[in-house]
């Protein structure tokens, strides 16, 4: 982590509607068409390398500290991609790329050597050709398998498996295979988006969410307050969670145009490219948020919820798992003693694995 990321990171606690999250679409173009998607009905212009490069410059002023690259298409089918991704982690962000696994293995070996910090694939099954979206099962599997094998120190793999109607019975098969042959892949249950909104699909219905507590593995990524948000998400009609989307998280599509989240552009169109985006931004109304049925997006929910004192403990929690592995000797030191003594255990390891890199 950046000490940029670190210290922004800590501005939100204190401040925490500051801007400090962000999904940039390099592509809505795709080579799939999963069924619950629509990310290809909303086509974009494309911004070069340099464009793309501005866009993480103007990012990078209003202080976000984490840069996700998703929210449209397959960002694998830009050449660029880990040119930009790199740029990115230059300047400090904290760097994710989703890609949906399909891609040539060269590609993904580009972002294995890319600064890149998380690398994340979309799976929904792991059984056979036709899985629930994306009709290529093998394809992806190898891909897991490939980053899975070849993961540099210092990258995380994360697996999100969209949780629908489709697949719903077989989650505990998934969330367990991928713990049996990805043991470096970190897995994120997300319950299937619907409803009304531009990426939103209006063919599924909501997904009863017991299937976040139902499963366990020592790779699953959960944390209470996701689980009890999206009870409430089921129960209600319209779900208030008090969403902050065009402020302390929003999109950036292929054009550079702003959206307060991935369903919703703004009210007045923005570009982040404008000279006047900043005046722009600070003058934008974003209440129709309000008219969104609640979210299951956990990038958005986590990101927002994590922010609350009470919700502290988990967020160090699921941090503690997602950047330590079974059997990882400060895993056996917390587990003997105490988080205390397992986190001094982490830093030594870690400075010590620093010294050796440099000589």
């Avoid at 080579?31 to 974009?44: G, K, P, S, V, Y």
């Avoid at 979206?133 to 990258?155: A, C, E, M, Q, W």
């Avoid at 139902?214 to 689980?227: A, G, I, M």
Wanted: glycine letters at 8%.
């Amino acid at each position: 982590m950046s000490a940029k990321f670190v210290l922004r990171t800590f501005r939100n606690v204190v401040f925490r509607d500051r801007p400090y999250f962000a999904h940039l679409a390099l592509t809505h173009r795709c080579n799939l068409r999963c069924r619950f998607c629509r990310a290809r009905d909303e086509q974009f212009e494309e911004l070069d390398t340099e464009g793309m490069m501005r866009v993480v410059d103007v990012l990078d002023r209003l202080g976000l500290a984490v840069l996700s690259v998703s929210g449209g298409g397959e960002p694998l089918l830009r050449a660029d991609v880990a040119t930009i991704l790199t740029y990115a982690a230059r300047k400090g962000f904290y760097t994710k790329v989703t890609s949906n696994g399909t891609m040539p293995l060269e590609r993904y070996g580009e972002l294995l050597e890319s600064e890149v910090k998380e690398i994340a694939i979309s799976v929904d099954g792991v059984r056979g050709d036709d899985l629930p979206f994306s009709h290529v099962g093998p394809r992806i599997l190898g891909t897991i398998r490939y980053l899975n094998d070849y993961l540099p120190r210092g990258k995380r793999l994360t697996l999100n498996v969209t949780v629908s109607r489709a697949n719903r019975d077989q989650v505990e098969d998934i969330v367990s295979y991928c713990a049996r042959e990805y043991p470096n892949a970190l897995v994120w249950l997300n319950l299937v988006m619907v409803g009304a909104g531009r990426l939103r699909t209006g063919t599924e219905v909501k997904v009863d969410p017991e299937s976040l507590r139902r499963c366990k593995s020592p790779t699953l990524l959960s944390v209470e307050f996701y689980q009890r948000g999206m009870e409430d998400y089921y129960r209600k009609e319209v779900y208030d969670w008090g969403c902050r989307a065009g402020r302390m998280f929003f999109d950036v599509k292929p054009n550079g145009d702003f959206w307060i989240c991935q369903d919703r552009p703004s009210r007045m169109p923005i570009n982040i490219l404008e000279p006047d985006f900043r005046s722009k931004l600070r003058k934008a109304n974003f209440s129709h948020r309000r008219e969104c049925g609640g979210c299951t997006y956990s990038c958005y929910f986590v990101t927002q919820k994590g922010f609350r004192t009470r919700n502290w403990p988990q967020i160090a929690t699921l941090w503690w798992f997602a950047n330590t592995q079974p059997g990882e000797h400060c895993r056996d030191v917390a587990e003997k003693h105490g988080w205390f003594p397992g986190l001094l255990s982490l830093c030594a390891d870690r400075t010590l694995g620093l010294f050796r890199k440099i000589n």
